[in-house]
T-cell receptor, first 116, second 110 residues
Framework: DTAVSQTPKYLVTQMGNDKSIKCEQN?????MYWYKQDSKKFLKIMFS???????INETVPNRFSPKSPDKAHLNLHINSLELGDSAVYFC???????????????FGPGTRLTVL | QKEVEQNSGPLSVPEGAIASLNCTYS??????FFWYRQYSGKSPELIMS????GDKEDGRFTAQLNKASQYVSLLIRDSQPSDSATYLC??????????FGSGTKLNVKP
C-alpha cells in the first residue's frame, strides 16, 4: 500500500477554474503538509496541519484553501486558477510530535498542475 | 537571504568517484538536517538525516554537519549512474516547519 497518496497525478485546466487535489496517508502520522515545487525545483511549504488543525500558512493567496476532514487526509482546493499556479504540488506527512528531536517527512507522488 | 542555499549545479562526476554536495542554512536555531534525492518527475525520498555535529555514515552516503559554520554536506562514495538526480537539502527549525534548498543536480557519467 502506498504510504502517502495523491489524486489526481496530472491536472490540466483553464485559467479561472476551480480545482481540488486530494491527499491521504496511512502511516498514522499527526502532521500533513502541502508543498509547491516550481520549474526551478524549489520546494516551498504552503500549509501544515497537525491533527486537523492548521499550524502553518506560508503567505499563500486566499485562493488556496486546505481542508483536513481527519488527520489522515489533507485536501487542497484552488479557486480562480492563474497561470502562475502551474507547478507540481506535493503532499507530505510526518509524525509531528512536539519536542521530537528529529521528525521525518514522507512525500506523496505529486500532482502536476498545468493552467492554460 | 534564503533559509537554505545550495549550488544548483549541475555537478558532474565520473562513475566511481566521490560526489560532494554542499548546503548552508541561515538560522542558527535549526535543529535537524536532511538530504533528499529526487529523480526527474518523482517525489523527494529521504536519504539521510543528521542532527549532531560530525559525520554520519550510511552505506555509500556520509552526511556531515558543522553547526558553527551552518553547513551541511553529503558525500556519495563510488558514485553510480543511478545516483544521477537532484539532491535537496532541508532543515527543520520550528515545530513541523521544514525549509528546502533549491537542490543540486548531480550527473554521474559512466
Amino acid at each position: 500500500d502506498t504510504a502517502v497518496s495523491q489524486t489526481p497525478k496530472y491536472l490540466v485546466t483553464q485559467m479561472g477554474n476551480d480545482k481540488s487535489i486530494k491527499c491521504e496517508q496511512n502511516l498514522g502520522h499527526d502532521t500533513m503538509y502541502w508543498y509547491k515545487q516550481d520549474s526551478k525545483k524549489f520546494l516551498k511549504i504552503m500549509f501544515s496541519y497537525n491533527n486537523k488543525e492548521l499550524i502553518i500558512n506560508e503567505t499563500v493567496p486566499n485562493r488556496f484553501s486546505p481542508k483536513s476532514p481527519d488527520k489522515a487526509h489533507l485536501n487542497l482546493h484552488i479557486n480562480s486558477l492563474e497561470l502562475g499556479d502551474s507547478a507540481v504540488y506535493f503532499c507530505a506527512s510526518s509524525h509531528g510530535l512536539a519536542g521530537a528531536r528529529v521528525d521525518t517527512q514522507y512525500f506523496g507522488p505529486g500532482t502536476r498542475l498545468t493552467v492554460l | 537571504q534564503k533559509e537554505v542555499e545550495q549550488n544548483s549545479g549541475p555537478l558532474s562526476v565520473p562513475e566511481g568517484a566521490i560526489a560532494s554536495l554542499n548546503c548552508t542554512y541561515s538560522d542558527r536555531v535549526s535543529q535537524s538536517f536532511f538530504w533528499y534525492r529526487q529523480y526527474s518527475g518523482k517525489s523527494p525520498e529521504l536519504i539521510m538525516s543528521i542532527y549532531s555535529n560530525g559525520d554520519k555514515e550510511d552505506g555509500r552516503f556520509t552526511a556531515q554537519l558543522n553547526k558553527a559554520s551552518q553547513y551541511v554536506s553529503l558525500l556519495i562514495r563510488d558514485s553510480q549512474p543511478s545516483d544521477s538526480a537532484t539532491y535537496l537539502c532541508a532543515v527543520n527549525r520550528d515545530f513541523n516547519k521544514f525549509y528546502f534548498g533549491s537542490g543540486t543536480k548531480l550527473n554521474v557519467k559512466p
